[in-house]
């Protein structure tokens, strides 16, 4: 497979969300106080998971990973998630104001990863016939 700067910028970012859930995580467990359990949670889904499989999709299926709506689903999930993400630290903290912000971001970061879901339903039968062929 060639070198995908799409799938190493997702990889990469996938790993800094990594290194934070498990800070967040070891910082609740050593206080005993996991009231942002949800952050954490979301933190390991959305960063850590979700783009690491993005990043693995892209790397395998490179067409996923190319193109306006590969780079708007992009550009989408990497500023919804940590707009969401503030904005959830910010309700679990009891600031109700953050609310429409964190319903805002859900959505651009939901919008996300439908768009990734049609990328890989349109897509990667065409990488597939492509390798075939070749």
Known sequence: MTDNPCARAWL????IY???????GVVMGASGDHSLFPLHAHINLLGWVSMALFGLTAKAYPS????RAAGAQFWMHNV???VM???LLLKLWGIKAAE??????SIVVGLSVLLF???VITRIGT???AARSA
Not at 64 to 67: C, L, N, S
Not at 100 to 105: H, K, N, R, T
């Open 12 to 15: 990469r970012l996938a790993a």
């Open 18 to 24: 990594f290194a934070a859930g498990v800070i967040l």
């Open 64 to 67: 996923v990973a190319t193109g």
């Open 80 to 82: 919804g998630v940590p």
């Open 85 to 87: 993400l503030g904005a």
């Open 100 to 105: 429409p912000v964190l319903g805002a971001a």
């Open 117 to 119: 879901a049609w990328l």
């Open 127 to 129: 990488d597939s016939r």
